[in-house]
């Protein structure tokens, strides 16, 4: 089964409005992190932001913040002020902290965002 | 901040051939490692968890013979495509933890192999 859900193969959006990526995990872990990642054309996987299982306040970092609802498992990406440099593949991941203190990441499908000017 | 390079950036090679790739961590040992394999315009495939010191994990369909994966220390990790075949073409990208400390997966910039 898959353990990480991004269901908008494609997003538009204009130049200056938000947009939401959607995310949705599955685990059976206490202890996990979530995270999305950028990718632009060059492939270089940009970190954008964190969230921790117990975090009880939503992350955010700039222009993004993450919306978290761990009852519902979602963990969606919020890109306030869209820009033009935003367009990119984004990728919903998920860390399980497994036995013996490893740790296994877990990709997405992602999304394909496109901002028009 | 913490930063993961990776060595050739790209690389052609002839069917047959072998090719190394290279991932470093350089402000941060990392004792795990881990390779994942891209094709165009889809998500990142884990292939294997790179171990320093021990064996590396290999990833259900992932062919250990042709994937060998050797972590000699705490700062290097490498891939090496063994008997290349043009269905080996694809984008590689190596990534580590530093524990303890930031959380975030620090990604190398990833490695394009195109086999001929």
């Known amino acids: 089964a898959q353990k990480i859900t991004q269901t908008q193969p494609g997003m538009f959006v204009q130049e200056k409005e938000a947009v939401t990526l959607d995310c949705t995990y599955d685990t059976s872990d206490q202890s996990y992190g979530l995270f999305w990642y950028k990718q632009p054309s060059s492939g270089e996987m940009i970190f954008l932001i964190y969230?921790?299982?117990?975090?009880?306040q939503n992350a955010t970092e700039g222009r993004y913040s993450l919306n978290f609802q761990k009852a519902r498992k979602s963990a969606n990406l919020v890109i306030s002020a869209s820009q033009l440099g935003d367009s990119a593949m984004y990728f919903c991941a998920m860390r399980e902290h497994l036995s013996g203190g490893s740790y296994i990441p877990t990709f997405g499908r992602g999304t394909s965002l496109i901002v028009h000017p | 901040g913490a930063v993961v390079s990776q060595h050739p950036s790209w690389v052609i090679c002839k069917s047959g051939t072998s090719v190394k790739i290279e991932c470093r961590s350089l402000d941060f040992q990392a004792t795990t490692m881990f390779w994942y394999r891209q094709f165009p315009k889809q998500s990142l495939m884990l292939m294997a968890t790179s171990n320093e010191g021990s064996k590396a994990t290999y990833e259900q369909g992932v062919e250990k013979d042709k994937f060998l994966i050797n972590h000699a220390s705490l700062t290097l990790s490498t891939l090496t495509v063994t008997s290349a075949h043009p269905e080996d073409s694809s984008f590689y990208i190596c990534?580590?933890?530093?524990?303890?400390?930031?959380?975030?997966?620090?990604f190398g910039p990833g490695t394009r192999l195109t086999v001929t």
């Open positions: 969230q921790g299982s117990y975090d009880e």
């Open positions: 990534s580590a933890f530093r524990l303890p400390g930031p959380y975030e997966q620090y």
